[in-house]
């Protein structure tokens, strides 16, 4: 499987360019501001993009998609309630297929009401709800602690340790990780109560 992480945008974003092989189809995930680097690495790996899959509704994380969609035709991806102007609208369990890639989507609300992952591969892309070390905010508008504790305990916990990681910003001490490493070594995912998760976060 070919997979292309890139730096994009003023604040430390990954953008993702992933296919089945070369001259394969594909998908890009979150296509951040000024996306040129992204349409060199679709052109240069000659990949057939099918799908852009945002995993939540803030402008960073979609600045890119007219671009990439423009360039290659591809629909816009995004949850059923994110207010993107998507192509087409997903939830939790909906799949996807770009030729031979299977990608599956998991409701992860808590940052926003509209995150997800996308898990394809050996792959899960956890955009702002799970970074190296670190998960996402919940004061900003239309976050909420609650669904952060049941995403991060109930769902990444569950999830098989082999999964490789794809955050949707650099702000750990390594660009990628495992779901396996990150329950043994990131501190927003240690078990609590959903009493001492509230408290935990509130001090954050």
Same mark, same amino acid.
């Given at each position: &499987?070919?997979?292309?992480?890139?730096?994009?945008?003023?604040?430390?974003?990954?953008?993702?360019?992933?296919?089945?092989?070369?001259?394969?189809?594909?998908?890009?995930?979150?296509?951040?501001?000024?996306?040129?680097?992204?349409?060199?690495?679709?052109? /240069?790996? /000659?990949?057939?993009?099918?799908?852009?899959?945002?995993?939540?509704?803030?402008?960073?994380?979609?600045?890119?998609?007219?671009?990439?969609?423009?360039?290659?035709?591809?629909?816009?991806? +995004?949850?059923?309630?994110?207010?993107?102007?998507?192509?087409?609208?997903? #939830?939790?369990?909906?799949?996807?297929?770009?030729?031979?890639?299977?990608?599956?989507?998991?409701?992860?609300?808590?940052? $926003?009401?509209?995150?997800?992952?996308?898990?394809?591969?050996?792959?899960?892309?956890?955009?702002?709800?799970?970074?190296?070390?670190?998960?996402?905010?919940?004061?900003?508008?239309?976050?909420?602690?609650?669904?952060?504790?049941?995403?991060?305990?109930?769902?990444?916990? +569950?999830?098989?340790?082999?999964?490789?990681?794809?955050?949707?910003?650099?702000?750990?001490? $390594?660009?990628?990780?495992?779901?396996?490493? #990150?329950?043994?070594?990131?501190? $927003?995912?240690?078990?609590?109560?959903?009493? #001492?998760?509230?408290?935990? &976060?509130?001090?954050?």
């Amino acid at each position: &499987m070919l997979l292309e992480q890139l730096h994009i945008g003023p604040y430390q974003n990954f953008s993702y360019l992933a296919a089945d092989r070369e001259g394969g189809e594909g998908i890009v995930i979150d296509p951040s501001f000024e996306p040129v680097d992204l349409l060199d690495a679709i052109d /240069r790996h /000659r990949v057939q993009v099918r799908f852009i899959l945002n995993t939540h509704r803030h402008p960073d994380h979609t600045a890119g998609n007219r671009a990439v969609k423009e360039h290659t035709g591809a629909k816009i991806v +995004a949850h059923r309630v994110a207010p993107i102007g998507q192509d087409i609208s997903v #939830e939790d369990g909906s799949t996807l297929d770009a030729g031979p890639m299977h990608v599956e989507v998991i409701g992860a609300p808590g940052h $926003t009401p509209d995150s997800v992952f996308y898990r394809f591969g050996p792959y899960v892309a956890t955009g702002d709800t799970l970074f190296v070390g670190e998960c996402g905010r919940t004061d900003l508008p239309g976050g909420d602690p609650v669904q952060m504790f049941d995403t991060l305990i109930r769902k990444v916990r +569950a999830m098989d340790d082999d999964l490789i990681v794809l955050p949707g910003h650099d702000y750990g001490p $390594t660009p990628t990780s495992t779901i396996g490493e #990150e329950k043994r070594t990131n501190y $927003t995912l240690q078990v609590r109560t959903l009493e #001492e998760f509230l408290e935990f &976060m509130a001090r954050e």
